[in-house]
């Protein structure tokens, strides 16, 4: 089988920085049973190709991407048929693999991994928020063969679009997140919280950092590790002063998987934000090292909730303080969500989503072969 993936970036030569991890688990082992080629919207100055993890990356380098992406598409097709296409993120890659699929008669796969049907408009995100943009997801989600999510939100919101999506987690790989039993936390020394994400808009951390402002009134000991890109321009440094957590907060930046992995180990609860989430894939890595998550009720969580999450509305800073000051101070409420949420991470791992999509890959082939 040959397959073309279409990613709108993640796929560094480096494989560590500027990558998409759960896009690497996922196309590792593709390409252990199929002929995988990766077509990226490269920030490269200039378009060329290189191996990565068994696939063969094609990277558009700078301009006009998304024609020399199906360029790209075209002329690998022409040295050999491609039996399915599958596009990651519905703008972007959809608006290329759709068109490009239907002309060639192969079968195109879409995820929704991203804001394509949120509409965040005081934020200024989301494909939905714009006419223009309901248009064009609309557009790719109709002409998809089958279109897929990672949670049960986001399936909903297919719905919402007019179509029927199959929910696909995308898994973390146990090679290198190494399942890890929850542990009994430390009591005698200060809750270790971790945030794990970029700090932009979506992720909301204002509403984290004024969350855990009010624990710091309540005199709850904590340390709060933040791992992630900061693209606020310094404007969280603001509101950790605002909110009296100089002592507490530690801001990190980017850190590989290698380095991120002790980080979560570390700690004892998780804690998010975010306005939106299709996943995120950091839940599921601190599920598989056996931390459960308190956080907002987006992705993944909403669909924990209540069992293996804990969830608040989104932009609520005093719920969220009180659901992280209720998980630090009740133990058993704390290890037992942290074992549902470890045995939901082990039973959605990388292998199971890498088996769920080649078992859809060779069902709408057959489907295709047989018209």
């Given at each position: 089988m040959?397959?073309?993936?279409?990613?709108?970036?993640?796929?560094?030569?480096?494989?560590?920085?500027?990558?998409?991890?759960?896009?690497?688990?996922?196309?590792?082992?593709?390409?252990?049973?199929?002929?995988?080629?990766?077509?990226?919207?490269?920030?490269?100055?200039?378009?060329?190709?290189?191996?990565?993890?068994?696939?063969?990356v094609h990277a558009a380098g700078r301009g006009i991407r998304p024609a020399r992406v199906a360029a790209a598409v075209l002329a690998e097709h022409a040295r050999g048929r491609f039996d399915v296409l599958h596009a990651f993120w519905a703008t972007r890659c959809g608006t290329v693999a759709v068109p490009v699929g239907r002309s060639?008669?192969?079968?195109?796969?879409?995820?929704?991994?991203?804001?394509?049907?949120?509409?965040?408009?005081?934020?200024?995100?989301?494909?939905?928020?714009?006419?223009?943009?309901?248009?064009?997801?609309?557009?790719?989600?109709?002409?998809?063969?089958?279109?897929?999510?990672p949670s049960r939100s986001v399936v909903q919101r297919a719905g919402e679009f007019g179509v029927q999506a199959l929910r696909i987690p995308l898994g973390v790989d146990r090679t290198a997140w190494p399942p890890c039993p929850p542990r009994q936390r430390d009591t005698?020394?200060?809750?270790?919280?971790?945030?794990?994400?970029?700090?932009?808009?979506?992720?909301d951390p204002f509403t984290l950092l004024a969350a855990l402002g009010r624990l710091v009134k309540r005199d709850v000991a904590f340390?709060?590790?933040?791992?992630?890109?900061?693209?606020?321009?310094?404007?969280?440094?603001?509101?950790?002063q605002r909110h009296g957590l100089a002592d507490h907060a530690r801001f990190h930046g980017f850190r590989t998987q290698h380095e991120l992995r002790p980080h979560v180990l570390g700690s004892d609860l998780m804690v998010?934000?975010?306005?939106?989430?299709?996943?995120?894939?950091?839940?599921?890595?601190?599920?598989?090292?056996?931390?459960?998550?308190?956080?907002?009720?987006?992705?993944?969580?909403?669909?924990?909730?209540?069992?293996?999450?804990?969830?608040?509305?989104?932009?609520?800073?005093?719920?969220?303080?009180?659901?992280?000051?209720?998980?630090?101070?009740?133990?058993?409420?704390?290890?037992?969500?942290?074992r549902a949420a470890h045995e939901r991470a082990l039973a959605e791992d990388a292998d199971a989503t890498a088996s769920a999509v080649l078992a859809l890959y060779e069902s709408i082939t057959r489907s295709t072969k047989s018209r």
């Open positions: 040959k397959v073309g993936i279409l990613v709108p970036g993640g796929l560094d030569p480096s494989g560590t920085h500027r990558v998409i991890p759960a896009l690497l688990w996922l196309i590792e082992r593709l390409a252990r049973q199929a002929e995988v080629h990766a077509f990226a919207f490269s920030p490269a100055p200039r378009t060329h190709e290189y191996t990565l993890y068994g696939a063969r060639l008669g192969v079968p195109v796969v879409v995820h929704l991994a991203g804001g394509e049907t949120a509409s965040l408009p005081e934020i200024g995100y989301g494909d939905a928020r714009t006419r223009r943009g309901r248009r064009i997801v609309r557009a790719v989600l109709r002409g998809a063969t089958v279109v897929t999510a005698a020394r200060p809750a270790r919280l971790v945030h794990v994400a970029s700090l932009n808009a979506v992720k340390t709060l590790d933040v791992i992630g890109e900061d693209v606020l321009h310094g404007l969280a440094d603001n509101a950790v998010m934000a975010s306005r939106h989430e299709a996943g995120p894939i950091a839940v599921l890595e601190a599920a598989m090292s056996g931390v459960p998550t308190v956080g907002t009720a987006v992705g993944h969580l909403e669909e924990w909730a209540p069992d293996a999450a804990v969830t608040v509305p989104p932009g609520d800073a005093d719920a969220l303080a009180d659901a992280v000051a209720m998980m630090l101070s009740n133990e058993p409420r704390r290890l037992e969500v942290a």
